[in-house]
């Protein structure tokens, strides 16, 4: 139990340095075969499914998260339009 306890930040840094696409992936995974495992006859065979099914649905929502680097404004008569965002933002 220790050694899980220190693993988890490791594993939590090592997933920061992911775009959004591959963290949604990896979340989506993780906890899709945890509640597979939980609900499924064959722990195994949930997890296996639950794990699949997670990772691309998490993919997918990373994915439209990323957005197109273009932000929303408004100006000052209230008209919205797109532009690029600032750098760095």
Request: charged share 15%; hydrophobic share 45%; proline share 3%.
């Amino acid at each position: 139990m220790k050694k899980l306890i220190l693993l988890v930040p490791f594993l939590l840094f090592a997933i920061a340095a992911c775009t959004p696409t591959q963290q949604g992936a990896a979340i989506g995974g993780a906890g899709g075969a945890a509640v597979g495992a939980a609900v499924a006859g064959n722990e195994l065979e949930g997890a296996l499914l639950g794990g699949a099914v997670g990772s691309v649905a998490g993919a997918l929502i990373g994915r439209a998260s990323e957005g197109s680097s273009q932000c929303v404004y408004r100006d000052e008569y209230g008209r919205r339009y797109t532009a690029a965002c600032p750098r760095g933002y």
